[in-house]
T-cell receptor
């Protein structure tokens, strides 16, 4: 079945460091891809999405590019802030099916 | 903008007790979902409702029942709570279709002792 694999955390960075969180997927067909963020004590909220190959989603300085050839959707940010500390979930959705989530990657940013 | 509202936010149950988690959305979404979140396991789908009047099992439905009361409301019931059901529960909703984002509630933290 469809699945999403994310790098395990926690990822620990200093403020202003470069961030990459890897995400790869397996799907029968061409899914839409999403990154969700969960701040402490809150529900998930959409960070960015891409709906077809080579699309780049971006929001709040985060970016991810839909790479069909490598079945990947890695999340990047050039300079992280303490306020970016959260859990990040990669997810896919095929047509009218339900969302399939990765296990999440915790990011901890220190001043 | 309320979005997706879950009640209660916290609950402690004794083994064998029953309870219903409530969820309501005000975005006129067709589809609604219940997930549970456990450390190291990510989010796992318990049940979902693609549209009013329909419900389907997800990945981990055992021990749970759901009711899609109307288009706005989707409740999750634990008939006889077990310690293994200690978790954080999230309700979500979205419009139908492949690229539509899901909106999540704030979660219910349930502890079964």
């Amino acid at each position: 079945g469809d699945s999403v694999t994310q790098m395990e955390g926690p990822v620990t960075l200093s403020e202003e460091a470069f961030l990459t969180i890897n995400c790869t997927y397996t799907a029968t067909g061409y899914p839409s891809l999403f990154w969700y963020v969960q701040y402490p004590g809150e529900g998930l909220q959409l960070l960015l999405k891409a709906t077809k190959a080579d699309d780049k989603g971006s929001n709040k300085g985060f970016e991810a590019t839909y790479r069909k050839e490598t079945t990947s959707f890695h999340l990047e940010k050039g300079s992280v802030q303490v306020s970016d500390s959260a859990v990040y979930f990669c997810a896919l959705k095929l047509g009218y099916s339900t969302l399939t989530f990765g296990k999440g990657t915790m990011l901890l940013v220190s001043p | 903008n309320a979005g997706v509202t879950q009640t209660p936010k916290f609950q402690v149950l004794k083994t064998g007790q029953s309870m219903t988690l409530q969820c309501a959305q005000d975005m006129n979404h067709n589809s609604m979902y219940w997930y549970r979140q456990d450390p190291g396991m990510g989010l796992r789908l318990i049940y979902y409702s693609a549209s009013e009047g329909t419900t389907d099992k997800g990945e981990v439905p055992n021990g749970y029942n759901v009711s899609r009361l109307n288009k706005r409301e989707f409740s999750l019931r634990l008939e006889s709570a077990a310690p293994s059901q200690t978790s954080v529960y999230f309700c979500a909703s979205n419009r139908a279709g492949g690229s539509t984002e899901a909106f999540f509630g704030q979660g219910t933290r349930l502890t079964v002792v």
